[in-house]
Each structure stands twice: as C-alpha cells, then as structure tokens.
C-alpha cells in the first residue's frame, strides 16, 4: 500500500512540476504549484504509516501554509489582472536585466 | 643620598622665573587665536556701510578698489576701511608680545645671576615616543636661545607697534595681526626648541606664516605667486633639513641638542658622514636664509606688508638658518668642508646680491637685495667657525635692517597717502618718483641715515664692530685655522678664505654704494613726486616713528654688545662670554687655540673696512646725480650691464627656463596627460576598473531574463544536479 501511494505522489508531483515549467497562464500555475504541495502532503500520509505520526502533524502545517499562500498568491494575481488584463506571465516580465 | 643626587642634578636655573619659559611662545599663540577669532567673526563685508569706518566716506573706498584693480606689484595699502575690532587688535596684537617680551628680560634677569654653563632643559610633554625614537616637546635656555628670544621679542614688539599705524586702516587688519602672532609663536618655537624636531616645526610654522604675511592681499595675482614662490623655494631647503635629521638619528641616535652634541664626536674629524649631514643642513639654511641658490623668493617677497618685510624677511625669520648652524657648531666644526662651503657661499651670495641691489628703483628691493647680501656675510662668519661674530651682526642687522624697512615703510606711507589724496596711480615704492624727502620728513630721514651709517660699516655704529669682526675673522681664519689647512674643491683652504675675504670686502663697498645711492634717491635732490602730491607728504604718525627711533638708538650703540678688545669703549667682547658655553669649544676647534691677531694687523684690517665703507659712500655722492633723475613714468630703459643687474642677471628667468618650465611641461604632458590621465584614468579606471565589472554585468544581467518559465526551468535543472550530485557521489 505505501509503495502504490508513493508512486501515486511521485506521478502526481511530476505532473504538478511538468505544469509549473510549460503553461504560462499565472492560475494554472498557481495550481500546479498547489498540486506539488499535495503530492508532498501524500508522501508525508504514507510514509506516517511506516515511520510514526509526526508525517501527519507535517501535512497539517503544510496545508495551513498552503492557504495562506493561496490567498496571497491569489491576491497578487488579481492585483496584476487589474493593472494589466492580463496573467499570462510571458508578458510580464519587468524584473528582467 | 638620593637627595644628594638630585641637588647635584638639578640646574641652577630650576625653580626660578625660567621655568615658565613654556609662556613666552603661548602668550603670542593666545594672541593669534584672539585676533583670528575676531577676524573670522567679523567676516560680514565691512565697510563704508559700516559705522565705525566713519572718515571714509563712499568715495574713498571706490578710489581703494580701482586702485586694488591698478596695483601693478607689492604696492602697499589698498582698501581704506578700518575694521570694527580695530582697537581690541591694536591693544592685544602688540600686548602679548610686549608681555613676552617682558617674561624674557625676567628670564634673562634670572640667567645673569647664576651659572648658565649647562643649558637649562624644560619639558613640557612627551611628543614622539617610538620605538627608539623619543622626542619631547622641551624648551631649551642657554645664552644663544636667550640672545634670539630677545631679538626675537624685542624687535618684533617694535615691529608690532610700528604695524599698528602701518596697517590699521587695512581691511584685514586682524588676521594681518593673527598671523603676526602666530608668526611671533612659531618663531620663538624655533629658536626655544630643544632638539631638531621642535625647531622644525617652528621652521615650518615660521614659513608658512611668511607664505601667508607675503601673500596677505592675495587678490593680487602677483602678491599671491610670491608668497607660493617662497613657500616652494623653501620646500628644497627644507627636504635637506629632514635628510640631515635623519642622517643624525641614524647615526647618533639622539635628536636633542644635548644628545647630539654629547655624540657627535663620535662621527669623526673631517668625515664624509659629518660633512654631508653638515652640508644637507646648510642646504635648509639656504633655502631659509635666502643663500645662492636659494635666494630667488627674498626679493619677490616684498610683495607682503613692509612691517613684515621688517620682521620675518629681515629681522627674524631669515637668520634661522644662521641661528642653526651657530646651534649646531659643535657639528660643523667636525666638517671643514663644509664650512668652507658655507663661507663660500656666504660670501658669493654677499657680493651677488649687493651687485644687483646697485640697479634697483623699487626702494624695499634694494632693501631685501642688501638683506641677501647681509646674511651672506653672516655665513661667511659662521662659516669661518666665528660664530660669535655671525650672531653679533644677526642682533645688529635685526636692528638697524628692521629700522630701514620700518624706515621705508614709513616713507612708502607717506607716499602712498599723497598719491591717494591726488588719486594718482603712480608706483609709491618707485625711487625715481621719490627724492627730497628728507625735507618731509625729517626724523625719517635722520634715523635711515643712521641706519644706513651702520649697514654701511662706518665706525661707532652697531655694524661696523660686527662686520669687523666678521672680517677679522675670515683674515685669521686664512692666516691660522683648521680649515686653512685642508682642500677645498681641490684648493687649498687658506686661498679659498683669502678670496672670501676679498668677496666679503667688495660687498662692503657695494652695501656702501647702494645703500648711500638709496638715500640719496629717496630723500635729496629735488621732490618728483608730483606738484600736486608734494603739500600732502608727511611724517607718519608718533606709533610709527617711536619704534624707528628706539631702533636708530639699537642701531647706533648696538655694537656695545661685543666691542672688540682693541677698542675699549666700554667693557669688552661681552657677547663672546656669553656666548662661550654655547659656540666656544666650536670655535676654539676650528681655531686651533691660535692666538689672536696682532695688533698692528688687527688695526690694518679695521683701516681698510673704515677706508672701503667711506669710499663707497663718496663714490655714491660722486657719481650719482639725483638731480638727472626723473619720475618712473618718463624714465628711460636702461642699456648694458645696468639692464643686467636691472633684471637681476636674470637669474629668474634662467630658474624659469631650466627648472619651472620643463617641471611644468612634465606635470602637464608625463604626469598629467600621460599617467593620470592616461595610465591611471584611462587604463586603470575606465578599461579595468569599469570595464571589466561591466562586462561580468552584462553577462549577469542577460540571466535575468524575467521570464518566470525561465527561471523555473535553471531552478529544475539545479535541483536535479544537487540531488543527482548527493545519489552519485
């Protein structure tokens, strides 16, 4: 059971990386990032079972960071749609050298 | 028994009045820090707005400025606007000095009653303690630091009260009397000071003092490129003053004066080391005394205040190198070399500049040419290990020098207020547009006479016992001493002391000529001042005068101070006793213990001195006909050998040509354009300070691409290298 839900985690952490590195709409990627998240949160779940129960104290931490963030992250990509129409992250780009 | 030992130690002067020694330079000091706080808080523009210059009305002081804008050199006296603290800088200027003048007749008092064979050493703090060096801030009295000090205070007390009437209408009046001060502080620092360091930094203080009293209105361009000009000179002279203190502290280990002396035998009679450390020091005493070939800023150096002429370039400052080598005699009298070439050098230097005093208008040139001249002669006196003789004619010329600035300065006074009055921009300083002076000013004209008298060797006044004994000498110095008997350049000492006692006596009749060719300028024959300016020539007020006659009466009895033994006009060679503890053993090693002069050649040389001062000045009655002169302005340009020594051999000129030029054309194209700009500018700053930073910075910046893709991709990629790096390691 622990070796299916790892690898379940490991697909699902792929998939998550593969988004954040080839869309370009800001949501999209705000989610893939959520995903990663909780591919990690899976592996922390399956391997308590093995190694006690301080994994599953873990996955608590991580989703209350997790919200958090979403509500910043969302913020700022409201914010950014405002002023500029778009979240298409191709575009924006005024932090370059 | 340790009481025992500290009685024994402890001098005789410890305890008494001259352990305040350390008030005599402060009180000066205090002075300067009162008169420069007063000039910096009245900096506000003052003037004809300002209701204490009130007699000067608006006109008055537009005629100062256009006259500022005319002034073509040196011309003294510009802005007429008294400044607002004019009285307390009238009272403190002169009173501090009056006061240490006061402390050092205390100090001499206290010296007269006991034994002075040791000098009495005061140390204040402790100023340089390194390593093996350890120099402190002491103060040094023994008989020649006491005869300086007077001088040094006595004179410029005169000097300072003179300024006061001199220079109170001067906008500047109280920074003109800070630097006095400081000038004073410096000054006493140096002749007070204890080992080499101490005098040096008076040495320098009293240079940059000279820098700022030459240039002190330094809105005139040439005012101001005098004073940097003497600055510069001195700095050579100055560089051979610091290699000789290090040559001593390498070699003897001490700086002190007591130290040194106790050592300096150890160098060894006639050794290269002593010779060059002795002639590295005349180098600085070139530099300060003004000595061929350093002598080119005395004259520029009149561009100043002629009460500072008086003082620092005649009285005080430019015996310093003089004073030096009589302090450090206990030195030269181990190098014969060198002091042939210091008496050598003296004595060219007394010749040279007396030749081109001959054909000077400017009244203060001629004056600073024959102060060239003067201090050749002291030299050559010390030079020749007569160091008595040298400091003799220092206190005489300091007296009777001082009276003839003090005495021109007040002729240029008067001068300059008839032209102002007129508004005429005629040159004030100019002896052709002088003449029949003496018929204005009387006691101006009796005390320069007097002065002149002295200078010119005649007998009873102060210098002709001095330059007498300078001359006797350098006579028996070629007759018998230690340095007739070694070679000089190849020639044998005795020819060498013979040819500067031939120098020493042309220059004798030269000072003669055109000192008398000066009066007669300025004060017989007829007035070409001006018809209009001759009802506003004056004498100059009491504040003025009174100085210049308690100088003429220095002037005239000042060779009591050292009569020599075969004119007993009162008591004898009292100078050379007290001067004994100091120079005697010096002077005796380079005499040899020779016995003196006999007295029928004593008598002869006295002759001849007398015969040449008196032929000079019937020569200058002669030949000179003051009633042929006419105004600058009409005058005609002077053809041959007159021009030459016009133009002072252009020895300006050649400086100019073969050191300042090429120095400047390789600061400006080697330094400037090749290495600063070029080198350190250029290479250094812009291609590898700059450029090579610029271009690591571009590389950089082309990684900030802002495209977040980008960066998540380089951010995958690292994290699979570190956790590749950790799973294959």
Known sequence: MVAESLALSAVLFTIGAIGVLVRRNAIVIFMCVELMLNAVNLTFVALSKVYGMEGQVFVVFVMTVAAAEAAVGLAIIIAIFRHRQTVNLENINLLKG | MLLQEATTLAHPLSGSIAELVWLVPVLPLIGFLINGWLSLSAAAPIGPKDPSAAGHDAHGQEHGQQHDAHGAHGDDHHTVARHKYAGIVSIVGPGVLALSFGLSVAIFMAMLGVSHEAPFVRTLFSWMPAGELSVDAALQIDPLSMVMTLVVTGVGTLIHLFSVGYMRDDPGYPRYFAYLNLFIFFMLVLVLGASYPVL????????????????FWFTDKANADAGKKAFIVNRIGDFGFLVAMFLLFANLGALDFVGVSDAAPSLGFNSALATTICLFLFLGCAGKSAQIPLYVWLPDAMAGPTPVSALIHAATMVTAGVYLIARSAFLFSLAPVAQLTVAFIGGLTALFAATIGLKQWDIKRVLAYSTVSQLGYMFVAVGVGAYVAGVFHLVTHAFFKALLFLGSGSVIFAMHRAYHATHNHDDAQDMRNMGGLRRY??????????ATLAIAGIPVFSGFFSKDEILASVFARAHESTLAQVSWLGIPGSTVLYVIYGMALGAALLTAIY??????????????????????????PWIMTGPLVVLGVLSVFGGWLNLPAIMPLGPIQVLDHWLEPVVGPATVA??????????STEYMLIGAAVAIAIAGIVIAFVRLKPERLVPKAQAPDEQGIERVLRDKYYVDELYDRTIVKPTVWASRNVLSTGIDQGIIDKLLVTYIGAGIPRMFGWFGSRLQSGQLGTYAWVLLIGVIAVLGAFTFR
């Not at chain 2, 930094?201 to 000279?210: D, F, H, N, Q, T």
């Not at chain 2, 000013?441 to 006479?449: A, G, K, N, R, S």
């Open chain 2, 441 to 450: 000013m009387p006691v101006t004209f009796i005390l320069m006479w007097i």
């Open chain 2, 515 to 540: 000192m008398t060719r000066m009066m007669i300028y300025t004060f017989h024959g007829p007035n070409r001042t001006g018809e209009k300016e001759q009802s506003h020539l004056a004498e100059a």
């Open chain 2, 200 to 215: 040096f930094v008076g040495w320098e203080g009293v240079g940059l003092c000279s820098y700022l009293l030459i240039g």
């Open chain 2, 590 to 599: 380079v005499t040899g213990g020779a016995a003196h002069l006999d007295h």
